[in-house]
């Protein structure tokens, strides 16, 4: 059949204003949460991590949020600017033991207008 | 300090040919996976090699193998290759689970 390439969710934000980029993630184990850029042509570029025992981690002008309850984590870019075009992915993993591995969200386009 | 190095950069190969493609983690991590990235699944984990042992592997047919080397160093690969195989093949390494960091890839195109 024919293959169907995933819907990125996309992001269109102005140079300048503040960005917000969600991620439902699926483990209620995981514990370990990381955000990842990826631009075209290249292999993803770690951007900032936290930890399940954390709500919140800054970053140079990054910020995650972690909220368990609901599962999901966001990452708030600061005056966005045009080289912060990419794809973003959040990528959780479970430390314990037997798990070795990063699962990945589908991605979100952002896309910074100048 | 230097990244994660992946080789080659850009592969092409012929259905039913194999394919072997390399990485060197960063100094001094001793853990290395292996992801594929299509347009069609995103980012999928292969396996993860951690001082020469696989600890972990992803739903992959048997064609998908591995192996890590004494010095960490990883290569991974692909036998009976298929037109399904096309993708971006990513290699991260990290110290023992954290800050996992990416190579920038092999792109390999099955024709």
């Known amino acids: 059949g024919e293959s169907v390439g995933l819907h990125l969710p996309t992001l269109s934000v102005q140079e300048g204003d503040n960005s917000i980029i969600n991620c439902a993630y699926s483990?209620?184990?995981?514990?370990?949460f990381i955000w990842y850029k990826q631009e075209s042509g290249k292999g993803p570029q770690f951007i900032i991590d936290?930890?399940?025992?954390?709500d919140k981690r800054q970053g140079q002008r990054v910020t995650v949020l972690l909220n368990k309850t609901v599962k999901h984590l966001s990452l708030q870019i600061a005056a966005t600017q045009p080289g912060d075009s990419a794809v973003y992915f959040c990528?959780?993993?479970?430390?314990?033991?037997?798990?070795?591995?990063?699962?990945f969200g589908k991605g979100t386009k952002l896309s910074v207008i100048p | 300090k230097a990244g994660v190095t992946q080789t080659p950069r850009y592969l092409i190969k012929t259905r039913g040919q194999q394919v072997t493609l390399s990485c060197s983690p960063i100094?001094?991590?001793?853990?290395v996976s292996w992801y594929q990235q299509t347009p069609g699944q995103g980012l999928q984990f292969l396996f993860e090699?951690?001082?020469?042992?696989?600890?972990n592997k992803g739903n992959f047919p048997g064609r998908f193998s591995g192996r890590q080397f004494s010095n960490s160093r990883s290569e991974m690969n692909v036998s009976t290759l298929e037109l399904g195989d096309s993708a971006l093949y990513l290699c991260?390494?990290?110290?023992?689970?954290?800050?996992?960091?990416f190579g920038s890839g092999t792109r390999l195109t099955v024709v």
């Open positions: 936290i930890r399940s025992n954390m």
């Open positions: 100094s001094g991590h001793r853990s």
């Open positions: 090699y951690f001082s020469e042992t696989q600890r």
């Open positions: 483990n209620s184990a995981s514990d370990y």
């Open positions: 990528a959780e993993n479970y430390s314990g033991a037997g798990s070795y591995q990063l699962t």
């Open positions: 991260a390494s990290s110290f023992d689970r954290v800050g996992y960091t």
